[in-house]
């Protein structure tokens, strides 16, 4: 046995509590080392009882790790537990909070959930991981009110040039347009930030309760809001809570009062007075003076922006947020957050931006869900640019699903790309067939589907801000095949839950080819992507009978399939 391959501690996400008396276990172990594993369990008080035992699970791993899991029922809150590990020669090992040993061990030395307390459990937003989220720019999506154009607003489609460009887009042009997003599939609306600021990205903000005037009214978003729940799709809003504007009356008193200003511990200021030419005050990214960081640790600023989230959970019935560099953010506010959010509203979603991994925001007690960049990276290498083997894009899908609890991954929001990116398409070499494959996986691959407004349309862009260009509403000048596409995958994601909530099984990932399967219950659903564009995959499909959900055929199984160079096919099993 590979000792070093063992890992387990008892907490997220090797262990935690699913309800009052169920208990998630996960234990890590080499890849291919190991051939079974039980846990012996019991309620930690029960001190002359004997131990439970039960099978785990083998669930499929990385390159480097396999894993085994297992849920735990019916023990009175109270969990001790060890394991007995048994390797391919047959030998048996035993593993507990004192490492490996050869003998069972006493009850003393056992891993411990000492009690499921209620308020540790994680309630997940099951509205949102049957889903398809997209992202909106408002300013760029479409101008439904010309009277609340900003001046000098450019017009429709020239190219993008800076934060202080403006073409009119606003909350009236997306009600306008909620029965094309109904069309595309579309559940969830996010939006990049509406309230009052000067810039037109908005995340430079001057008043948390305000609807900036270009975006139009209160009674708008309202309008919006209501139009949107009666389609059934649901609305989140871009919260700013790392940093404000410059503009806002907080930073505005300390600017003008200095040490003496009543909200100087609202931000980290490192001397006085605020010299915005040197940046004597902490900001966020690199040096950008306009929007000072927020001091999150200060109870005041926390009570504050708590009541913002309020206000527009109550009086708005928005269904969550999108919090901007969360991972910037005190752990402490975030919890606070999280808790305010849930009790206005129990089914709202709370998402974080994260680019990274991020797994220590992703416990269940600060956020639903991240926007996936790890995903995204992992897609764009494999799919776009064509640097990554079909192998690591894998790997690098596995490290991530492993890092969380099973139940936030199904929540993780799959982007290809974002306002803070270039376009998927752009970085494709404007190869839409690179785009349809890479949106085949993610709509058949594990979370929530992530649409940047256009994309599906064919919409290009370079970096920021070339990546915030206006929308194409002109059907010539559309790609309407692809458009078909998306919705098309988010018609078989609709009908078929395996794509929701299965599991996931890979089946083949080599030579820029992969073959793997959803499964629930009764229901199989396979994928086959051939990511090279010279060469047919030859596939040998398993016994059975298959129906191709893109024509509609019966294919007999036990042949062999071909799938065309930069093609693809989705087959349901049907007996």
Not at 76 to 100: A, L, P, S, V
Request: proline share 4%; net charge negative; charged share 25%.
């Amino acid at each position: 046995m590979i000792k070093q391959g063992i890992y387990h501690i008892p907490d997220v996400p090797f262990a935690y509590a699913i309800n009052e008396t169920t208990l998630y276990i996960k234990l890590q172990t080499a890849k291919d080392d190991i051939k079974q594993v039980r846990v012996y369990y019991k309620d930690r008080h029960a001190y002359e009882a004997p131990f439970q035992v039960k099978d785990m699970q083998w669930l499929q791993g990385s390159q480097v790790y396999d894993y085994f899991e297992v849920e735990l029922r019916n023990v009175h809150k109270k969990f001790r537990y060890f394991f007995e590990i048994i390797d391919q020669e047959g030998k048996y090992f035993y593993y507990n909070e004192r490492g490996i040993i050869n003998h069972k061990p006493d009850v003393p030395q056992s891993f411990q959930l000492p009690y499921l307390c209620p308020g540790d459990f994680y309630q997940p937003v099951e509205w949102a991981k049957d889903g398809i989220m997209y992202q909106i720019f408002p300013d760029r999506f479409c101008n439904g009110n010309t009277k609340n154009d900003p001046q000098g607003v450019k017009q429709w489609g020239e190219p993008v040039k800076g934060n202080h460009d403006f073409f009119g887009g606003d909350l009236k042009g997306i009600t306008n347009n909620l029965d094309y997003l109904k069309d595309l599939g579309v559940t969830i609306i996010y939006t990049t930030p509406i309230f009052q600021s000067s810039s037109n990205h908005k995340y430079n903000t001057k008043d948390y309760y305000e609807i900036d005037p270009q975006f139009g009214t209160k009674e708008e978003l309202r309008e919006l809001i209501n139009e949107a729940h009666k389609r059934g799709i649901r609305f989140i809003l871009d919260g700013v809570f790392n940093h404000s504007g410059d503009d806002f009356f907080a930073f505005q008193d300390v600017m003008q009062k200095g040490e003496n200003s009543q909200y100087k511990d609202w931000y980290y200021i490192e001397s006085f007075p605020i010299n915005q030419q040197k940046l004597n005050y902490v900001t966020f990214y690199d040096r950008y003076g306009n929007m000072p960081k927020l001091n999150m640790s200060n109870p005041e600023t926390v009570a504050y922006f708590l009541d913002v989230a309020s206000y527009w959970l109550r009086e708005f019935h928005v269904d969550g947020f999108r919090l901007d560099v969360c991972d910037e953010i005190d752990h402490y506010f975030l919890k606070k957050f999280y808790q305010r959010v849930k009790q206005v509203n129990p089914e709202a979603i709370v998402v974080g931006e994260i680019m990274h991994m991020g797994t220590s925001f992703c416990r269940g007690d600060e956020l639903d869900a991240t926007m996936n960049y790890p995903f995204r990276e992992a897609v764009l290498e494999f799919f776009a640019i064509r640097c990554m083997s079909a192998e690591d894009f894998i790997e690098a899908l596995a490290i991530r699903k492993h890092s969380l609890r099973k139940d936030i991954h199904k929540q993780m929001l799959n982007l290809l790309d974002s306002h803070d990116t270039a376009r998927f398409v752009t970085d494709a070499s404007g190869k839409k067939n690179r785009l349809q494959l890479a949106t085949v996986f993610q709509y058949t691959y594990l979370g929530i589907p992530y649409i940047y407004y256009g994309d599906e349309v064919g919409l290009e862009g370079g970096n920021d801000p070339d990546c915030r260009r206006c929308m194409i509403w002109d059907k010539e000048e559309q790609d309407t095949k692809l458009h078909e596409h998306f919705i098309w995958l988010a018609k078989i994601r609709k009908e078929h839950k395996a794509l929701v909530d299965g599991e996931f099984q890979l089946l083949y990932a080599k030579d820029n080819c992969l073959a793997y399967r959803r499964y629930l219950a009764n229901e199989q659903i396979l994928v086959l992507l051939n990511n090279k564009e010279d060469q047919t995959y030859t596939y040998d499909l398993p016994e059975g009978s298959f129906r191709d959900l893109r024509t509609g055929e019966v294919i007999t199984g036990g042949q062999t399939w071909n799938v065309e160079p930069m093609g693809f096919a989705v087959l349901d099993k049907i007996n």
